[in-house]
């Protein structure tokens, strides 16, 4: 009965080492998945930023450009989604003086 016993405790450390080993795998793909998303995500803040400043520059500067092609498409787009935004940031200021509510909680 002892060796019986022996065997199923070898094969349950073995089990428990081998699941061990993969909690450790998994572990490490997880934190570099994490890493990976967190420089992603940091490379398009800067995407983001550096967008920003060509469209301030090209706004600024956009007479001595030629005012064709697909800067000058995405800029009227840009300018087209600044201005529905506007309305409707002044449509959200309206409702909450009308309706006195604080969105903002």
């Known amino acids: 009965m002892t060796v019986f016993w022996d ?7 073995e089990t428990l080492n081998e699941a061990i080993d993969r909690t450790e795998e998994l572990t490490s793909v997880g934190r570099t998945k994490l890493e990976i998303l967190q420089l992603e995500h940091k490379l398009d803040e800067k995407y983001t930023e550096m967008g920003k400043l060509i469209y301030s520059n090209f706004s600024k500067y956009s007479q001595h450009l030629p005012r064709t ?3 000058l498409e995405i800029k009227k787009t840009i300018d087209e989604l600044e201005k529905k935004l506007s309305e409707k940031e002044k449509e959200l ?6 309706e006195g509510i604080d969105f903002d909680r």
Do not use: D, S, T
């Open 7 to 13: 065997k199923i405790k070898k094969n349950i450390v």
């Open 69 to 71: 092609g697909k800067i």
């Open 93 to 98: 200021g309206r409702i909450r003086e009308e």
